[in-house]
């Protein structure tokens, strides 16, 4: 499933693909991801943030990024934003990070929870 969605080298099919072969830089590109799945949707976005010739073609990015903050789960399920023995990994510093590095890149970027 993440093959189709994205990944860092988007296949025939995928959404990162699909994205490439039809936008040019010149194109005002928003771009929406909200897919209930944490997994899927950070596939999506270090598709776009670790591949040039991607995040060239992004101009704005908006995003649900589901993480725990103050032990309070914001996501769509027990687990989300757990690794597999309960150890958060997606905490507000993470995503804070993360829209940094997606600025850095030059796209306009919002989350929310």
């Known amino acids: ?3 189709a ?3 860092t080298n ?3 099919g995928s959404f990162l693909q699909m994205l490439l072969s039809t936008a040019k830089v010149e194109d005002f ?3 929406k991801v909200d897919i209930d799945n944490t997994d899927v949707e950070l596939t999506v976005i270090k598709g776009i943030l670790e591949r040039p ?3 060239r073609l992004v ?3 908006y995003f649900e990024y589901h993480f725990n903050m103050d032990g309070l789960n914001f996501g769509c ?5 757990n690794d597999k023995n309960g150890k958060v990994i997606h905490d507000v510093d993470t995503a804070v990070k993360l829209i940094v590095d997606l600025r850095k890149k030059g796209i306009r970027t919002q ?3």
């Open 1 to 3: 499933m993440e093959q």
């Open 5 to 7: 969605l994205a990944g």
């Open 10 to 12: 988007p296949t025939s």
């Open 29 to 31: 590109v928003i771009i």
């Open 53 to 55: 010739e991607i995040f």
């Open 59 to 61: 101009d704005e990015l």
């Open 77 to 81: 399920g027990t687990n989300m934003g």
């Open 111 to 113: 989350f929310w929870i």
